[in-house]
């Protein structure tokens, strides 16, 4: 059993910023690629930011220079710090991991979601 647990979401101001926290336990050998998407109201979910499990990261083009993915391998956690929110960024944050586990092989998993509202 492996489970994401994702936090740090909340209501923010135009311009401010906030930093989501997404961590797996449970039956993990090694996690591999890790990555946050978004989904607002309406539209399809999104890739916002992701990070490989060579470090390397990519980001869409609508928040690079603002957000920041990183994780912690020995924690298996990532993080993406999020400055100078719009409000065109609310929308439900999911974590995504793709993890080896113990007795399922290879597989996908996605967190519970974290709201973030960018609202004066």
């Known amino acids: 059993q492996v489970q994401l647990v994702e936090s740090g979401g909340g209501l923010v101001q135009p311009g401010g910023s906030l930093r989501l926290s997404c961590a797996a336990s449970g039956s993990i050998f090694t996690v591999y690629a890790m990555a946050w998407y978004r989904q607002a109201p309406g539209k399809q979910r999104e890739l916002v930011a992701q990070?490989?499990?060579?470090?390397?990261?990519n980001y869409a083009d609508s928040v690079k220079g603002r957000f920041t993915i990183s994780r912690d391998n020995g924690k298996n956690t990532v993080y993406l710090q999020m400055n100078s929110l719009r409000p065109e960024d609310t929308a439900l944050y999911y974590c995504?991991?793709?993890?080896?586990?113990?007795?399922?092989?290879?597989?996908?998993?996605w967190g519970q979601g974290t709201q973030v509202t960018v609202s004066s």
């Open positions: 995504y991991a793709d993890i080896a586990t113990v007795g399922l092989g290879l597989r996908d998993f």
């Open positions: 990070s490989t499990s060579g470090d390397r990261t």
